[in-house]
């Protein structure tokens, strides 16, 4: 059974940082992309970002590009977010998530595109 837990969340002011953490077990995760989602109030869930299986190719939705990075750690099954320069508008609950497909696959901005979810974890700005 896939697992996967997000933490690293919290209350910070505009301006600051956060790293968010996304641990996974039941998968080798070198064999799958990830991405990370978010859904704030009121909206739906959206792409935030995404790395390829083996880390080397990354993508952003334009609002967080220059401000966050993904990256991940294989041989600790687990992906990370950093997310600096943080705007009341990134307010929301942070989603990480596994590709449906192994491989080498396109990047993907879609959910159907990713199978197993974290329970998601909180990030508030404050302006």
């Known amino acids: 059974q896939v697992q996967l837990v997000e933490s690293g969340g919290g209350l910070v002011q505009a301006g600051g940082s956060l790293r968010l953490s996304c641990a996974v077990s039941g998968r080798t995760l070198s064999t799958y992309a990830m991405g990370w989602f978010r859904r704030a109030p009121g909206k739906e869930r959206e792409f935030v970002a995404a790395v390829s299986w083996k880390g080397g190719t990354t993508y952003y939705v334009d609002s967080v590009k220059g401000r966050f990075t993904i990256s991940r750690d294989n041989a600790k099954n687990t992906v990370y977010l950093q997310m600096n320069s943080l705007k009341p508008d990134d307010t929301a609950v942070y989603y990480c998530?596994?590709?449906?497909?192994?491989?080498?696959?396109?990047?993907?901005?879609?959910?159907?595109?990713?199978?197993?979810w974290g329970q998601g974890t909180q990030v508030t700005v404050s302006s």
């Open positions: 998530a596994t590709r449906r497909t192994p491989g080498r696959v396109p990047m993907a901005t879609t959910l159907y595109e990713y199978d197993n």
